[in-house]
């Protein structure tokens, strides 16, 4: 079934991207202002050959996307010490003992900021990275990961499932399921992990329904203060560039966690309003950085969590989600977001169909209901890279026709339409991923292994999509550096070109 809402059918598609941002990935904060080589930090030095410091390295890679006409970028940070950024200490202790942010980590962000406006490119979306890249490899201690008995939740018993031993990354308002169960508990180097760990490993605790209240807290978490102490410096790092008051540096996006999947783990709601950690700060987020963005004149309404579209296992497949008769299946992550925010139901539908991948139907007698509401957000940061999968490998088919890469952009950036006519009209709609024109060496994008031509049509599929015409920024993928995955191919200068010649495929048109 194709599923088109019957009261839009009759727009007619109009014009083409707004705006072209990218994402930068992580920023090594820590010497991102020192003699330090980029060859310390990964492929960074792939990304800018001959550069002698880190910085000079940021600096040339933006002066190549600004002359490609990008407007703004995305850009990771750790809190812990994860990818060489370490704003807080003393992580992995009680909440009182964790002191920051640092001056030094402060005023390497302020010249980040300072060189993105030297360049020419004005708007920055800060993303947080709660987890540290702690992932299930981090032996006890390291960037403040502790293995211990599960905690006590905000409404017992504990989650069904729940094991005996529970990893808890200091960034994190819940804890994780480690690699086992046995010490180490976590996946020693060099050990196949995906053979040795148990199931689940890595993922929140939750039993898809009353997770949010059944999870165990984090006694080791950081804490809401210290969380929003970074976030203001920060804030306050970009209002102040290039001088105090001046707001150089619009924020144009603050990405408090991204791609949130409250649909089959409604415990990350915690990230919108805490249930687990209240004594550690103001738990409500929505509220706390909506504060501090309106503290720096920003539009408060930008504070987002971004949700990954879901693509069906057949071409063309599509279908209604509980969230209503016109909302699509295809964005139920962004749809619980919404939900979330504003007080309404996560986690998994009751007698979902769960239909060629996607959770189809259902009703709302088993969800659960967020308890503070807000005002809906005015920017729907949707993470999309269309196209059908490989069942085999779980990669975009690398050909055409069988990815169907426009097809299925015409039919997602179709359902946004009906979603954002639903939540917010006038919101802007942010592609905040999606396909570059990258190439891993292999003749397939680095990210995805999509089509070389998956970027190309993208855009054709959203020029034919109903949403075509709506205030949209795209917003692909770039290898700069990604510390998880990618081959050398990926972080090569040439696979900086998101709009080269300013020929597209990312090509704005205002």
């Not at 169909?353 to 940061?381: E, K, N, R, W, Y």
Request: glycine share 8%; net charge negative.
């Amino acid at each position: 079934m194709l599923f088109l809402p019957t009261s839009l059918t009759a727009q007619t598609p109009i014009a083409a991207p707004s705006a072209l941002e990218v994402n930068l990935a992580f920023v090594p904060f820590d010497g991102y202002n020192t003699s330090t080589s980029p060859s310390a930090y990964g492929n960074l030095q792939n990304a800018c050959p001959g550069s002698t410091s880190v910085r000079a390295c940021y600096q040339s890679i933006f002066a190549n996307f600004h002359a490609q006409n990008v407007t703004g970028v995305r850009f990771f940070f750790g809190i812990c010490g994860g990818f060489h950024s370490t704003p807080l200490s003393n992580c992995g202790q009680n909440y009182t003992k964790v002191t920051g942010p640092n001056s030094t980590w402060t005023a390497n962000v302020a010249s980040f900021f300072s060189d993105l406006y030297s360049a020419g490119i004005r708007n920055v979306e800060p993303n947080i990275s709660h987890s540290d890249l702690v992932g299930i490899t981090a032996p006890q201690g390291t960037q403040g990961v502790q293995y211990a008995a599960p905690a006590a939740p905000p409404v017992p018993p504990v989650c069904s499932g729940t094991p005996s031993v529970v990893e808890y990354a200091p960034g994190l308002p819940y804890g994780t399921v480690p690699c086992t169960n046995t010490s180490p508990y976590y996946c020693p180097s060099g050990q196949n992990c995906a053979k040795y760990c148990q199931a689940n490993a890595g993922f929140p605790i939750d039993d898809h329904y009353h997770g949010y209240n059944c999870s165990p807290a984090n006694p080791y978490f950081v804490g809401w203060t210290n969380l929003n102490n970074v976030v203001n410096a920060v804030l306050a790092a970009a209002y102040n560039t290039p001088t105090s008051g001046a707001k150089g540096i619009i924020v144009d996006e603050f990405d408090v966690e991204q791609e949130l999947n409250m649909v089959q783990f409604p415990v990350l709601a915690r990230f919108v309003v805490d249930n687990a950690q209240t004594q550690t700060g103001n738990p409500d987020a929505v509220a706390s950085i909506r504060n501090y963005m309106s503290l720096y004149h920003y539009d408060t309404g930008r504070v987002a969590w971004s949700a990954t579209a879901t693509e069906p296992n057949t071409a063309n497949y599509d279908c209604i989600s509980v969230y209503g008769s016109n909302q699509s299946a295809r964005v139920i992550n962004l749809d619980s977001i919404f939900s979330a925010i504003e007080g309404g139901f996560i986690g998994q539908p009751h007698n979902d169909s769960g239909s060629q991948g996607l959770f189809c139907g259902g009703d709302d007698s088993t969800m659960f209901q967020m308890p503070v509401p807000h005002s809906a957000p005015d920017i729907a940061d949707l993470h999309a890279y269309p196209c059908i999968k490989n069942p085999s490998t779980g990669y975009c088919y690398s050909d055409d026709p069988d990815a169907n890469v426009e097809g299925e952009a015409k039919i997602v950036y179709g359902d946004v339409l009906a979603f954002l006519n639903t939540v917010n009209p006038s919101a802007v709609f942010m592609v905040g991923e999606t396909h570059s024109n990258s190439n891993n060496g292999q003749n397939e994008t680095c990210e995805g292994h999509a089509p070389l031509d998956a970027a190309s049509l993208n855009v054709a599929g959203y020029n034919a999509s109903l949403v075509a015409g709506h205030s949209v920024i795209f917003r692909p993928w770039i290898n700069i550096p990604d510390p998880s995955d990618g081959s050398t191919a990926c972080f090569d200068p040439a696979n900086q070109n998101v709009n080269q010649n300013n020929q597209g495929p990312y090509l704005p048109k205002q």
